[in-house]
């Protein structure tokens, strides 16, 4: 990274570094609302277009639609996964605790407090992307 950092510092840039489930997570959110976009204007289209030209929009409508089934089905993948790694690290770290000190205890249940904050985050951002694609599909 230092020198990647040190070249980009020299040409003036800012480097901004971000988790990677930060990166999915947000772009879950906006194909979600692109998805929804999209397939709202397909059906305007369809109401409006001819008879001869229906077929070919409610192709595109389906297309959509799967393609939202699947951002939906992601959403849900990666919520139950990081539920379920947020419940594996506070266990780990809630039996650090048993056998910790006092203040060794304070910053684990310090720690304990930010990996569900994280969690709190994360999932807010997935529940956001599964549900525009609810709605979405209901419409």
Do not use: C, Y
């Amino acid at each position: 990274m230092t020198p990647v950092d040190a070249r980009l510092h020299k040409l003036g840039a800012t480097v901004f570094r971000r988790l990677r489930s930060e990166v999915v997570e947000d772009q879950l959110v906006r194909e979600s609302a692109a998805f929804e976009a999209e397939l709202k204007a397909l059906q305007d289209d369809l109401k409006h277009t001819a008879a001869e030209n229906r077929a070919a929009v409610q192709k595109d409508i389906e297309q959509v639609k799967m393609q939202i089934k699947t951002v939906q089905e992601q959403a849900k993948k990666r919520l139950d996964h990081a539920k379920a790694e947020t419940d594996a690290r506070e266990q780990s770290l809630t039996d650090q605790a048993k056998q910790a000190s006092d203040r060794a205890k304070r910053r684990i249940d310090k720690r304990i407090t930010e990996v569900k904050a994280d969690f709190d985050l994360r999932a807010k951002k997935l529940n956001q992307a599964w549900a525009l694609t609810k709605e979405a599909l209901a419409a």
